[in-house]
């Protein structure tokens, strides 16, 4: 589905993570100057049960669909330590978020390696701000990347065709 912003609520609500919304109020036909205030107002739209979580405790990602799980897999988060700086801490952000950008099987990092990025983040499926579930050829059994979820290709292509749509929620437990 293709999205045209044509007001600052309807791109808002997209930068909140709101695309169906958006989407939904302008096939209706009802942007007009008071659309702002009621994009601002409104709720996410219900997302088919869907949710994604992160374990980093147990190195496990899980996949539910309506409560029930459908399918699970190993998973490695941000590293205590950054690679290059291990004084600075890369975990992963823990906390309820939802998809807020999709990318292709060749998905790339726009930041990393530092200063012009290009590592391999296959299928990066985005969260906030920077930080993505992404498929990886290494999904070590202790912490690694720079704060994105990595899991493994075969499972990345699985999520991101068959599972994870925008909006989806995604649930980063703590460390």
């Given at each position: 589905?293709?999205i045209?912003v044509?007001?600052i609520g309807a791109l808002?609500?997209?930068?909140l ?7 939904q109020?302008?096939s209706?036909?009802v942007?007009?100057?008071h659309?702002f205030i009621?994009?601002?107002?409104a709720?996410?739209?219900?997302q088919s049960?869907?949710l994604?979580?992160?374990d980093p405790?147990r ?6 669909q309506n409560?029930?799980l459908i399918k ?5 988060g941000?590293?205590?330590g950054c690679?290059?700086n ?5 975990r992963?952000?823990?906390?309820t978020f ?6 292709p099987?060749n ?12 590592a391999?983040?296959d ?6 701000a ?5 498929g990886s050829d290494h999904?070590p ?6 704060g994105c979820i ?11 065709h068959?599972f994870?749509?925008?909006g989806t929620k995604v649930v980063?437990?703590?460390?």
């Amino acid at each position: 589905m293709k999205i045209t912003v044509t007001t600052i609520g309807a791109l808002i609500s997209l930068m909140l993570g709101q695309p169906l919304i958006a989407a939904q109020v302008k096939s209706a036909g009802v942007l007009n100057p008071h659309s702002f205030i009621q994009l601002a107002a409104a709720k996410p739209a219900a997302q088919s049960g869907r949710l994604f979580v992160f374990d980093p405790k147990r190195h496990r990602w899980y996949a539910y669909q309506n409560g029930r799980l459908i399918k699970q897999g190993r998973a490695s988060g941000g590293a205590y330590g950054c690679p290059k700086n291990k004084s600075r801490s890369c975990r992963t952000p823990s906390g309820t978020f939802r998809i807020i950008r999709k990318g292709p099987p060749n998905c790339k990092s726009t930041r990393y390696p530092k200063p012009h990025g290009g590592a391999r983040m296959d299928y990066c499926m985005c969260y906030h701000a920077f930080y993505c579930i992404h498929g990886s050829d290494h999904v070590p059994n202790y912490h690694a990347s720079h704060g994105c979820i990595r899991v493994t290709p075969a499972d990345a292509r699985w999520l991101s065709h068959n599972f994870i749509q925008y909006g989806t929620k995604v649930v980063v437990k703590s460390y």
